[in-house]
């Protein structure tokens, strides 16, 4: 009943089980709705230069992440009427026909047991090379130089941060209700790699990324089936049990240092806001009402709590300072607004809201006060912002099914990720890339 | 199920011996003929047993057992067969208020849980799958903390009742319609 303070109890855990990964469930991208003026692009075939085939295509991953935006239109290579392995040799007629504006062009050698990657970004009306980039990897790292090619890209013709090496963290139930498995996988942005971090026969929620991206935070009911947050380390597969309170052990939420844990308890009566000092075990309640106070989500310079209140009545947003622990409303459209986070610029505020009984994703513009639904689908919630801060990953139901899906901040995109089997919830988009890699200058 | 519809005819058929036993005192049986007559006769009938009560072997009335999660306790004061009492009370939208069509039975768990302090039990407190799943963790307990005080109030010991709140994460039926949220939204108990 009280803060587990011997940081001894490690587990190892699960990091990667081949056989879990094995049933692992498959997420496929499915897009539902594009930008009409999406811009034409054609990815080439790259030309690769070694001997035995690669295990990885990489053009084929560059042209699914671009067409898979949403804000992108690619070309089939069956429709191409030349394949260039270099700007040098771009025939711009050839792609002025196909209405092509950009080609992406590359070539792949082998060097001793590195991989290299020399990609090209070609702009067909101004007829000049925009990007031309060199990077290095091993062979196990294919995927994420393609997707360190498309985020450069994307950035490059959209002015947005590319999201392509990040991850998505979430949870899978599959088995009929008295019988549950419960899973926590983490899967590239594009639900490749899928990887199953934690099993449990408990329900296992609220799982969260640390800002560095190495660590996580979830609650789970492993003990005698008693709710508890732990804390995970994705690169040493370590992990501990942070609180064992009578009573709510919830919505865990890394400040943007990463060295406090905000959380929800209800050990002093009702649901508050506690927030943990991670190194020293020091725990501050921040909330004192009889109301429900929950999903507690930092303000990106860390100096402020947003979170969900029932004390008006019904739950509505409410941020509070941590200085001087001032409170103050910040939605009152509607009766259900709840499980918000901030945009990464402090622009406005993704949240669940309810409208006409519909429960959606919607979009809280904090300079003009006004509530704009990015939905059309219902029973939406845990939306969970990239650190682009131009898309979002929420849960939904489709056909009786949990599933994911994906919004662009401004609604204009939305893709589904279905997953071959399981209900799906919970996202949560990692804060951090993958891996990223240097350009060896020419 | 069939157990607990028996036990409720049967405390109706109680009931009635005892009203006629007062009215016959007040040797006023007018009133008592609009009553439940048939039944009234049938029940006096059958519970004519107090011959059977008069013999000397001491009949031991049942213990109280907890059986899967549930409890069993004896059908009447003195019986030897056990029934199990309703162990699911069901909540309605966005609300944590013990309705009173479960009161009746709240008060039998208190009764055995007062009766024996060694008793534990666990009330888990779910919500349907509306609304999000933190919110609804804390709504699931707020179901399973308003149980929690009425059967304190009638006798149990706070000491004896854990709460556990699921939220929507365990529902009890599958489905997304008003039908399966009314299933959901439900406080479960659990004897250990």
Redesign the interface.
């Known amino acids: 009943m009280k803060l587990i303070k011997c940081a001894g109890i490690v587990i190892a855990f699960v990091l990667q089980v081949s056989l879990v990964q094995q049933v692992a469930a498959e997420l496929r991208i499915e897009v539902t709705e594009g930008l009409d003026d999406a811009v034409k692009v054609a990815v080439v075939p790259f030309v690769w230069e070694g001997r035995r085939p690669l295990p990885e295509n990489l053009s084929e991953i560059i042209d699914a992440d671009l067409r898979l935006s949403g804000r992108f239109e690619t070309t089939p290579v069956d429709q191409m009427l030349s394949l260039p392995a270099s700007a040098s040799e771009v025939f711009p007629r050839d792609w002025k026909l196909l209405q092509v504006e950009y080609i992406i062009i590359g070539r792949i050698q082998a060097q001793s047991d590195r991989i290299q990657l020399r990609f090209e970004l070609f702009n067909v009306p101004r007829q000049a090379v925009d990007i031309t980039q060199t990077i290095e990897g091993s062979i196990d790292e294919l995927r994420d130089m393609a997707h360190y090619a498309s985020d450069v890209i994307f950035e490059n013709l959209t002015g947005i941060e590319g999201a392509f090496s990040t991850r998505i963290m979430y949870v899978t139930a599959t088995g009929p209700l008295d019988d549950r498995s419960f899973q926590l996988n983490i899967a590239d942005a594009d639900g490749h790699r899928i990887k199953t971090v934690l099993q449990s026969r408990e329900p296992i929620l609220s799982a969260t990324w640390a800002p560095d991206g190495n660590r996580i935070a979830y609650q789970s009911f492993e003990k005698d089936s008693r709710p508890a947050i732990y804390i995970a380390d994705l690169t040493t597969g370590a992990r501990q049990q942070i609180t064992d309170f009578e009573g709510l052990n919830g919505a865990p939420a890394f400040s943007p240092d990463g060295k406090s844990l905000a959380m929800v308890l209800s050990k002093d009566g009702s649901p508050d806001i506690y927030v943990l000092d991670i190194e020293t075990r020091r725990l501050r309640r921040i909330t004192r009402h009889y109301g429900i106070d929950t999903e507690p989500s930092w303000t990106p310079d860390g100096k402020a709590i947003i979170f969900t209140s029932s004390r008006g009545g019904k739950p509505q947003i409410y941020q509070m300072t941590l200085r001087d622990l001032s409170i103050e409303r910040l939605t009152f459209e509607g009766d259900y607004n709840a499980k918000a986070s901030i945009l990464p610029d402090g622009s406005g505020i993704i949240m669940v809201h309810r409208r006409e009984g519909i429960y959606h994703i919607a979009l809280f513009d904090m300079n003009r006060g006004r509530i704009s639904v990015l939905t059309e689908t219902s029973l939406d919630e845990s939306p969970s912002i990239a650190p682009n801060g131009s898309m979002l990953i929420y849960a939904t139901q489709v056909n009786n099914n949990g599933i994911l899906a994906a919004v662009s901040v401004d609604s204009r995109v939305k893709f589904n990720l279905p997953s071959s089997e399981g209900d799906v919830r919970e996202p949560a988009w990692s804060p951090k890339k993958r891996m990223t890699f240097t350009p060896i200058s020419q | 199920m069939g157990i607990r519809i028996n036990r409720g005819y049967l405390a109706i058929g109680f009931a009635a011996v005892f009203l006629v036993g007062c009215a016959s005192d007040k040797s006023d049986t007018d009133t008592m003929e609009d009553g439940p007559g048939d039944e009234t006769q049938t029940m006096t009938d059958n519970t004519d047993s107090s011959d059977s009560m008069a013999q000397p072997e001491v009949v031991m009335p049942a213990e109280p057992e907890i059986r899967n999660g549930d409890i069993w306790v004896p059908e009447t004061p003195n019986s030897q067969s056990l029934m199990a009492l309703s162990g699911v009370f069901y909540f309605d939208f966005d609300q944590a208020i013990v309705k009173r069509a479960g009161h009746s039975e709240l008060n039998k768990h208190a009764s055995v849980l007062a009766s024996d302090g060694a008793l534990r039990l666990r009330l888990q407190g779910h919500a349907d ?7 609804n ?3 699931g ?2 179901r399973a903390n308003a149980v929690r005080a009425y059967l304190v109030a009638q006798g149990a010991s706070r000491t004896q009742v ?6 929507e ?4 039926d ?3 319609s008003e039908r399966a949220w009314a299933m959901n939204r439900r406080v479960e108990f659990s004897y250990r």
Do not use: D, F, Q
């Open positions: 799958e509306r609304g999000t799943r933190e919110y963790l804390a709504l307990e707020r854990e709460v556990i709140s699921y939220g994460e365990k529902p009890a599958a489905g997304h």
